[in-house]
């Protein structure tokens, strides 16, 4: 199992999880944001919103995808002993750590600014994608493997077929319209802690995998008809956003969401799948950014909000907050602590301590 690294999966990580912690600023401004746990702005912001719901329907699928294909590569040198013990580090252990030191802070920024009694509460809040993650590793493996040591079998023959025709990668959609029909979610974005979003992650996180086995004729696809792709994903978003939400419409926003990704795939593909020393230092921050992004983004709007501004300027203030102060954090204490570094998933850098020769007397 033998691959080039692919800079175009790792700028499509570094873009959605830059989306997200835009689109978890934008809840601030939104009139429903205190029923879902956010600080809420006294003045909405409905506007923002209208972009948000073009990418509610694909930024967390992506982040699945991309991290299915994130194993593939993972396992190219690995047995699965080295894998679960990688995965444990970086996967594992920031999570557990995350829902025991970081999480909480947001809460309790929440307490404040509401004024209600302070208390320590851990919970998974955003890290609860990190437990997925765990999840599909530990069931999927066995699949994983198997997979591995055949990859000159009929089946990778039979999806590198599929996966040649235009239509063949956007045919998963079945898959994600099947999870529709037997989990009848409320609503096709509410992915958080919800047994919708573990079954999207968890098909999204197989399929992405399973592109990536596939072999070039994946990519040579999603190159070829990415503006199909595209235009596909508008469609149905323009389709969508002039209002509905009955059931059998969320078989057509599975369509649209995977036509979105597809069509991220093939641009990344053609456009950003080269080295830069800015994707090597974006690629190891967005992790720890995403870890901790959430009490930032609480911490701006404890700031912010009080001020006689209009919501915009205070959405674009919230929005440099967290970025900069994100970054700050990452560069300056997550970044060069080592004893912090793994609990952040960052790779461990332990100085190895040389004893220096005596001199002879």
């Known amino acids: 199992m033998t691959t080039e690294r692919r800079y175009d999966i790792d700028w499509l ?6 989306l997200l912690l835009i689109y978890h600023i934008a809840i601030v401004f939104q009139p429903w944001a205190l029923f879902i746990g956010f600080i809420k702005s006294e003045k909405s912001l409905e506007s923002i919103w209208i972009p948000m719901t073009m990418l509610n329907v694909w930024r967390i699928p992506l982040l699945f995808f991309v991290s299915g294909m994130g194993l593939y590569f993972a396992m190219r040198k690995r047995n699965w002993k080295q894998l679960f013990l990688e995965r444990g580090k970086r996967i594992l252990l920031p999570f557990v750590f995350g829902f025991l030191a970081i999480t909480p ?14 208390s320590y509460f851990p919970h ?20 994983f493997f198997y997979l591995k040591n055949n990859e000159n079998g009929k ?6 077929k599929v996966m040649s025709y235009a239509l063949g990668p956007l045919s998963i959609s079945v898959f994600f319209m099947i999870e529709i029909g037997f989990v009848k979610p409320q609503l096709f974005e509410l992915y958080a802690q919800t047994w919708h979003g573990f079954f999207i992650g968890f098909l999204a996180f197989f399929f992405g ?11 040579q696809t999603v190159s070829k008809w990415k503006w199909l792709y595209i235009g596909i ?12 939400g009955s059931i059998s419409n969320m078989y057509i926003t599975t369509i649209e969401s995977n036509a979105w990704i597809l069509g991220l795939f093939g641009i990344g593909y053609n456009y950003f799948n080269k080295p830069s020393a800015l994707l090597s230092y974006l690629s190891a921050a967005v992790y720890p950014v995403y870890i901790i992004h959430m009490f930032v983004l609480y911490a701006g709007a404890l700031f912010i909000l009080p001020f006689d ?12 907050f967290t970025f ?21 998933g960052l790779k461990w850098k332990f100085k190895r301590v040389v004893p220096k020769k005596l001199k002879r007397i």
């Open 13 to 18: 990580r570094v873009i959605a999880i830059g």
């Open 105 to 118: 802070l947001h809460f309790l920024i929440f307490q404040n600014y509401y004024n209600m009694p302070l």
């Open 324 to 344: 900069i102060v994100c970054f700050l954090i990452y560069e300056f204490i997550l970044r060069r602590i080592s004893i912090l570094r793994p609990l952040f």
């Open 155 to 160: 089946f990778r023959k039979a999806i590198s």
């Open 233 to 244: 994903a508008t469609t149905f978003f323009i389709i969508r956003f002039t209002g509905y």
């Open 209 to 219: 995998f399973l592109f990536v086995y596939s072999g070039q004729a994946f990519w």
């Open 124 to 143: 998974m809040g955003h890290l609860w994608f990190l437990g997925n993650i765990v999840v599909y590793v530990v069931v999927l493996s066995p699949i």
């Open 309 to 320: 501004l209009h919501p915009m300027l205070k959405f674009i203030g919230i929005t440099l």
